[in-house]
Structures are given as C-alpha cells and as structure tokens.
C-alpha cells in the first residue's frame, strides 16, 4: 500500500511497487516517469505495437526481441528500458498498461496529489473545473487535486466524480432513471 491510501494490488500493482522503490533509491522517479509515458504514448500510436503487448500469442523471447528493438529506437533505456524488457521476458506485457498506470498512483500518492475523474455532459470552462477541485478540496484531506475529465454526452447533464474508491453520480441521466424506477414501482 502506497503513503497516501492508494491501494495498488494484484501482479500489477506488485510489479509496480518494485519499480517504485527502485526509482526512489536511485532518485530516478521523474526519468522513469516520462520514460513510461513515452512508452505508453507509443503503444497508442501503434496498432502493430499494442498488439504485441496485448496478443499473448509471441513467445517471450519474440516480443524482448520486438521490445528491445522498440525501446532502442525510441531512446527509452535506464531503469524504465530495463523494467520493460524485464516485463517482457516474464511474458507480462500484457500488464504494462496496469503498471505504468499503478506507478503513476504510488509518484501521485507519495506527492500527495489526489487525482479525481471527473464525467461531464460537455467540455466545462477553467471556472467550472477550479469550482470542482475547491469542492474537492476538503474530500482530499488537503492534497493537490489533479482533475482527469472525460466528456461523454450520454449523462446528459451534471456530472460523475470518481475520487478514490468514492463516487458520485449527479448526472442527469442518473436522476431520471431514479424517476423512471419511482414511477414503476408507483403504478
């Protein structure tokens, strides 16, 4: 379990962990960091490269051949060059998405920075995200609130906040479907 409550489980989180505490030792966390983000934007970029990571199909020694190849080219190298193809050589690269995404809540928590995912109808404005984060603010014990929106019009109107393992669903789509249930069992 990370300082700010996180919690990081499974293989992913425990792969994660080691990363971590390698990165602190070595005063590497931020190297590491944009290394993985590098590699995460990579496997965006690439259809063939997620689906090397993804497919479990590859033997391990074809996708730390594929891995070492990619990571040379994108000059990812040190601890976060090492871990991948360590990864890769355990035949878990299907859980890189997990790690990088576990490692990035251990260097938030230990920050103290909360991220929180916020769901609107339609792209709010500065004003409504720095109204979010100073209603937030007190949930967050006095952390840094760090604001991950995603818009999706199907809420219709209001909004969905993730923070933690707390939500809160205020959509209007949400409400109506309270109305819809009220009324059926009324009539």
């Known amino acids: 379990m990370s300082q700010g409550g996180s919690i990081v489980s499974g293989v992913a989180g425990r ?21 993985l983000d590098r590699f995460e934007a990579l496997i965006a970029e690439s259809d063939d490269l997620a689906r090397l990571v993804r497919v479990p199909v590859f033997t391990a020694e074809q996708q730390l051949a594929a891995i070492s190849a990619v990571l040379a080219k994108a000059g990812i190298a040190g601890t976060a060059g090492n871990f991948i193809r360590m990864v890769a050589s355990k035949r878990r690269l299907f859980l890189i998405s997990q790690i990088i995404k576990a490692y990035k809540t251990l260097v938030a928590d230990s920050r103290g920075v909360v991220r929180a995912e916020v769901t609107v109808a339609e792209e709010p404005s500065e004003k409504v995200l720095e109204e979010i984060k100073a209603a937030l603010q007190g949930a967050a014990k006095g952390g840094e609130i760090v604001l991950d929106v995603k818009v999706d019009p199907t809420i219709l109107g209001g909004l969905i906040v993730k923070l933690g393992s707390r939500m809160v669903d205020a959509s209007l789509r949400f409400k109506l479907n309270s109305i819809r249930l009220a009324l059926k069992e009324v009539g």
């Open 15 to 35: 792969y994660a962990t080691a990363l971590f505490e390698l990165a602190v030792d070595e005063k590497s966390v931020d190297a590491v960091s944009a290394d």
